[in-house]
């Protein structure tokens, strides 16, 4: 707005009055359109995808997430992210897991869990190994995405999930997650479905590999148009988590 006022002024007395209040008037629609539309800046909202390129999980800010909405916060440090990841309850959790455990979590409808961690800097500079891409989200699409991940605490009627297993990194914790890990339905699966909620253009095979994700989402995160790739196709969400 201070640019157009500035143009104005220099138009000064070449111009006519009503050039002037024109040109203040255009000034004055910009102002308004740039901070009401969808998507301007002040709605943005920065998410992460991070990926050891086997394995996906979504980071959110922590003040995106509402605490009432996911009590299961409590239990963590303080902290200005929250990563989420879900999995096989049995696989995931494992510091070695063994052949046996990978191939029930392939060929077998099996339980899962949600593993949450505070993020407290950065997510490019936390994960060590890992691939972190940042996307920009309207608000109301993270706020899509915060109650997609919301919806897969298993809270029974205790109102919260229950502690499944100490966590991979310092402070974070397995929780009891609702829906069945298989080949066809997998973290890098679960991570599609939420960023289709949030509105993004992902269309992958199955089952999903994360480098087949990732590949999707670096033109977004580099701000230029997302490739036409044959042979990938929405997923649709699952009728229930």
Partial sequence: MTAWRDLVATAGAGATRLQRLVLLAAGVLVAILTATRPGGAADAVEIFVASNNWHSEIVLPRALVDAAQMPELADLAPSPYVAFGWGDAAYYPARTPGVEAALRAAFKATPAVLHVTPVDRDPRRFYGNFEVLALTLTAADARALARYV??????????????????????????????????????????????????????????????????????????????????????????SP
Wanted: hydrophobic letters at 35%.
């Fill in 150 to 239: 919301d919806s897969y605490f298993d809270r029974g009627s205790a109102g919260t999930a229950q502690q499944a297993a100490p966590g991979l990194y310092r402070d974070s914790r397995f929780y009891a997650a609702t829906g069945k890990f298989h080949a066809l339905n997998t973290c890098n699966t679960w991570t599609a479905r939420g960023l289709m909620k949030a509105g993004l253009r992902v269309g992958i095979k199955r089952p999903v590999y994360a480098e087949e994700l990732m590949e999707q989402l670096r033109p977004l995160a580099e701000g230029t148009p997302q490739r036409e790739q044959p042979g990938l196709s929405p997923l649709l969400p699952p009728s």
